[in-house]
């Protein structure tokens, strides 16, 4: 019985489906010599990791290989997936030359085009470094942190998966608290003023509307701050359309409050006594504890004694809010350039705080994987290397299960299923 069309064999037919498959997404292979498993600190010798059209599809040892599979060899390395820096702001750079390090000049002096186009430099530098995604909040001017993530999300640039805030909503006058001249003068394209009940429910629909993933407030950027009850409003507004709070908190009162108000994560939290981290921990407040190193701070243009003495003044906070059980997760405030380094490098080296707090290794790799990826909300597709998860994965051929410094030697990074060159 003929059931093919006259002229066409099944020989055809096998190549115009096998053109089809290739058209659907080329396989690539990964031959694993180590697989990492930061959620529980394991690891597998051997693995073959099958990728079709951005996902794993499978992974095991002595799979099946398609013939016409891109073969990708990391047998002496160990493969984890990519990292997560859950503090960023890409499209922010201050300079303490230009702009004496001052949020508000760079507000004012760096007009939107250049801030996309060296965001755009950023992104690629922390996807080198092997972030493959990012929670970026705010100083992104208007809205170019959204421009900036359908710049990435479609492909235009290369970058970070980023899950970002909009603007940042905060009291009267945000987080300009140190503005050297008159600020009714300027227009504050940085931050979203909310007061009032109407003022803040507006504010946090304004961002949802423009794409924000996040919602970041800055409590205490005032001599006013935001109560409990302010941030509480705030927090349930958002977690009607599914959005969590981070909420930048720099005094021990505006801590409190953000903690009491039962906020996703607390940023920085400079100043946070034994109560307060035992109200977070009670309360699942993550803690982001943003901690400079020596080379970040000389970057914003702090003197180096002071540089040196504020960096211990953080890894002591952050080993007291570990010691305390407060859930920490990896995030870098990176904003300023330092001559010759790339953002991801500075980024990457916020580690040695880690290390330094004496975090062992296994959990500074969650915190910047798996527990990341759950505060940025993205941890049913990103985060873990598992089947139907996108193929987001690093190679370095130290295992940072045993010393976390290999996580500055990655040498291979993919996203999404495409592997991203070097500089
Ligand atoms: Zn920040």
Redesign the pocket.
């Known amino acids: 019985m003929k059931i093919l069309p006259s002229g066409l064999s099944w020989f055809t037919l096998a190549l115009l489906l096998s053109g089809l498959t290739r058209v659907c997404g080329q396989v690539i292979v990964i031959n694993a010599g180590t697989l990492v498993d930061p959620a529980d600190g394991s690891e597998k010798t051997n693995q073959t990791i099958l990728i079709e059209d951005g996902k794993i599809k499978e992974i095991g040892a002595g799979l099946r290989v398609p013939a016409d599979a891109v073969r990708v060899d990391l047998s002496h390395e160990v493969v984890l997936p990519g990292l997560i820096d859950a503090?960023?702001?890409l499209l922010?750079t201050v300079d303490p030359q230009w702009d004496l390090g001052d949020l508000w000049i760079m507000a004012l002096q760096r007009r939107a085009g250049y801030r996309a186009i060296s965001g755009a430099q950023h992104a690629k530098e922390m996807l080198q470094s092997g972030f493959t995604a990012v929670r970026d909040?705010?100083?992104s001017g208007e809205y170019l942190d959204a421009d900036l993530a359908k710049a990435i999300r479609f492909g235009v640039v290369p970058g970070p998966t980023m899950v970002f805030s909009g603007k940042i909503i905060g009291p009267y006058g945000g987080q300009f608290w140190d503005t050297p001249t008159d600020a009714r003068l300027i227009e504050n394209p940085e931050y979203r003023f909310a007061d009032s009940r109407d003022e803040m429910r507006k504010a946090v629909r304004e961002n949802i509307y423009w794409g924000a993933s996040v919602i970041?407030i800055v409590v205490d950027g005032q001599k006013y701050s935001y109560s409990a009850e302010d941030i509480r409003f705030i927090v349930d507004e958002s977690s009607r359309a599914g959005i969590k709070v981070a909420a930048?908190v720099q005094t021990e009162r505006g801590a409190r409050a953000a903690i009491e108000a039962g906020v996703a994560s607390i940023?920085?939290g400079w100043v946070l006594s034994d109560q307060d981290l035992a109200l977070a921990k009670k309360n699942r407040v993550v803690l982001v504890s943003?901690d400079f190193t020596v080379a970040s701070l000389l970057a914003n243009g702090i003197e180096p004694n002071t540089a040196r003495r504020t960096h211990e003044g953080y890894v002591a906070r952050l080993k007291r809010a570990w010691e305390a059980g407060v859930e920490v997760v990896f995030?870098t405030?990176v904003?300023a350039d330092a001559k010759g380094r790339t953002r991801g490098e500075l980024a990457i080296e916020y580690i040695d705080s880690f290390s330094e707090a004496g975090i062992p290794a296994p959990d500074i790799l969650k915190a910047m994987t798996t527990r990341a990826a759950a505060l940025l909300g993205i941890e049913k597709a990103r985060g873990s290397i598992r089947v139907g998860m996108a193929a987001d994965l690093v190679a370095t051929p130290v295992n940072p299960l045993r010393q976390i410094d290999g996580l500055k030697s990655i040498n291979f990074v993919m996203k999404d299923g495409h592997i991203q060159g070097k500089p």
């Open positions: 503090h960023t702001h922010a909040l705010g100083n970041k930048h940023e920085h943003t995030g405030d904003m």
